[in-house]
């Protein structure tokens, strides 16, 4: 018996709009095809149940009143040579260069939702409204480097100290976050080196200094930008999807001796039809 399998999937494209903000009408549109670059991707449908049995009814009857799609695209960053940790060549934080003790950096981000659609809409159309960020850094702990870090929040300065720049270059890529330092953690183990955890929020306005073609670049950017997505699990006998998205969360996760993950969630804004 014939099973599909993940070298079937011939199309998984998001298309963002071009310098007149509209996807389709200035011929400028920008498209990311993420099939290469794709490890995992998984396309969700949610149904919003309401139980409308009465009060004398022993069984639930539960009516669909909305639905939505989540789709999840987990990328290793490039078809040609996957992103590593060693295409990591800026880390700072405060000004401060940590990139030789660097174990492991996550950085997230987080959009907020109002609901955008009428009331007698059968489809979800999610409306960004905010957005956050979160950090979190392990390092390696020497005599020297990280004494900035080790007392940060410590000290008689603590309320301003607490306010810091998170920058990094990845892949020629230049990101610069204000972060408010959440924790900061040390510890030891026996037969192991010290170590600083420390997690951060965001305090501000992000910014992309270069590589803005990127996928990430473009989330980071503004997140608030509608994609269409276009997904094909197979040419013989395969279903197309296709619809409107807005993105929900962006993570990059950086792993010593191993490739760069991002991963991409977006919801659905309005019908995601059948193509």
Same mark, same amino acid.
């Given at each position: ?44 449908? *949610? ?29 290793? @960053? @490039? ?23 660097? +174990? ?31 950090? @979190?850094?392990?390092?390696?702990? *020497? ?13 008689? *300065? ?31 183990? +026996? ?32 997140? +608030? ?51």
């Amino acid at each position: 018996m014939a099973r599909q399998n993940s070298l079937d999937v011939t199309n998984l494209t998001l298309t963002g709009p071009g310098a007149d903000g509209v996807i389709g009408t200035g011929g400028d549109d920008v498209e990311y095809d993420l099939l290469a670059d794709t490890m995992r991707a998984t396309l969700t449908l *949610d149904n919003v149940l309401v139980d409308v049995a009465g009060a004398t009814s022993l069984n639930a009857v539960n009516e669909g009143q909305a639905a939505g799609a989540t789709l999840e695209i987990v990328t290793k @960053s @490039s078809a040609t040579n996957a992103v590593k940790a060693q295409d990591l060549t800026v880390f700072t934080i405060g000004g401060t260069t940590y990139l030789a003790d660097l +174990r492991s950096f996550t950085l997230n981000q987080q959009c907020t939702h109002d609901e955008g659609k009428g009331a007698a809409s059968k489809w979800l159309e999610p409306v960004v409204t905010g957005v956050d960020y979160t950090g @979190s850094v392990e390092l390696l702990l *020497d005599n020297a480097a990280n004494n900035a870090l080790q007392v940060l929040g410590f000290g008689t *300065d603590a309320a301003t100290a607490l306010d810091v720049a998170l920058a990094f270059t990845l892949n020629t890529v230049a990101f610069s976050f204000p972060m408010a330092l959440r924790s900061s953690q040390w510890s030891m183990d +026996r037969k192991q080196l010290q170590r600083l955890n420390v997690e951060f929020s965001g305090n501000g306005a992000e910014s992309v200094n270069t590589g803005t073609a990127t996928l990430l670049a473009a989330a980071i950017n503004d997140p +608030r930008v509608a994609l269409f997505a276009e997904l094909t699990t197979s040419a013989a006998n395969g279903r197309s999807w296709e619809g409107t998205f807005v993105h929900d969360s962006v993570s990059v996760s950086i792993q010593d001796q191993n490739i760069v993950e991002t991963t991409f969630r977006l919801r659905s804004q309005g019908a995601v039809a059948l193509a």
